[in-house]
Antibody
Framework: EVQLVESGGGLIQPGGSLRLSCAASGFVFSGHQMNWVREAPGRGLEWLSFISDSGHFTYYTDSVEGRFTISRDNAKNSLYLQMNSLRAEDTAVYYC????????????????????WGKGTTVTVSS | EIVLTQSPGTLSLSPGQRATLSCRASQSVATNYLAWYQQRPGQAPVLLIYGASRRATGIPDRFSGSGSGTVFTLTISRLEPEDSAVYYCQQYGSSPPYTFGQGTKLEIK
């Protein structure tokens, strides 16, 4: 069964750090780009970060650039999100999501989407 | 950065009716880069539609996507109570950043 399981969430004080993990199983982890997405209370989904299959390329949304770091260990089938300088507005459920990319030879273009999501881990930033 | 605006914010319908959800982009989005997700309360998002109009595996044919350029639509026909959820559109572009719309809450009463 294809599965993603997040862990590492919890209660943390403002200014603190936390490392989230995402354990992948049931598929070739090293063959997929991965993402982190969060859902803050009363707010919608927010894409946070992307990492290429090799780990060489990373992207971040502006609100976490410089504070969060995405990484992966393909030997351990694991994705990580190191979160530093946490703020109250970082309180959210954090999801990891597998990205699917395939080439549509009929349309001659790449199709991209996130097809597998974990159940999420909750991060609460509060004093 | 491409901004996606979804409307309406909330939609209240009855079982058996049809729901039409809109997603408007601040600039043109290639159809191969537009997806729709369903998120029920307390659950993770589920992929419904990718490539603007292709149903994901296991998604009933009551769900359909259409559109191009800056206007995209998710249509849910023959509404069922379990369709109550928040629906998000997302654009990918040729590279990140990716963005979500703010969501449409669908209530089935």
């Amino acid at each position: 069964e294809v599965q993603l399981v997040e862990s590492g969430g919890g209660l943390i004080q403002p200014g603190g750090s936390l490392r989230l993990s995402c354990a992948a199983s049931g598929f070739v982890f090293s063959g997929h780009q991965m993402n982190w997405v969060r859902e803050a209370p009363g707010r919608g989904l927010e894409w946070l970060s992307f990492i290429s299959d090799s780990g060489h390329f990373t992207y971040y949304t502006d609100s976490v650039e410089g504070r969060f770091t995405i990484s992966r260990d393909n030997a351990k089938n694991s994705l990580y999100l190191q979160m530093n300088s946490l703020r109250a507005e970082d309180t959210a459920v954090y999801y990891c999501a597998r990205q699917q990319n395939y080439y549509d030879s009929v349309a001659s273009n790449w199709v991209v989407y996130m097809d597998v999501w974990g159940k999420g881990t909750t991060v609460t930033v509060s004093s | 950065e491409i901004v996606l605006t979804q409307s309406p914010g909330t939609l209240s319908l009855s079982p058996g009716q049809r729901a039409t959800l809109s997603c408007r982009a601040s600039q043109s989005v290639a159809t191969n880069y537009l997806a729709w997700y369903q998120q029920r309360p307390g659950q993770a998002p589920v992929l419904l539609i990718y490539g603007a109009s292709r149903r994901a595996t296991g998604i009933p044919d009551r769900f359909s996507g259409s559109g191009s350029g800056t206007v995209f639509t998710l249509t849910i026909s023959r509404l069922e109570p379990e369709d109550s959820a928040v629906y998000y559109c997302q654009q990918y572009g040729s590279s990140p950043p990716y963005t979500f719309g703010q969501g449409t809450k669908l209530e089935i009463k």
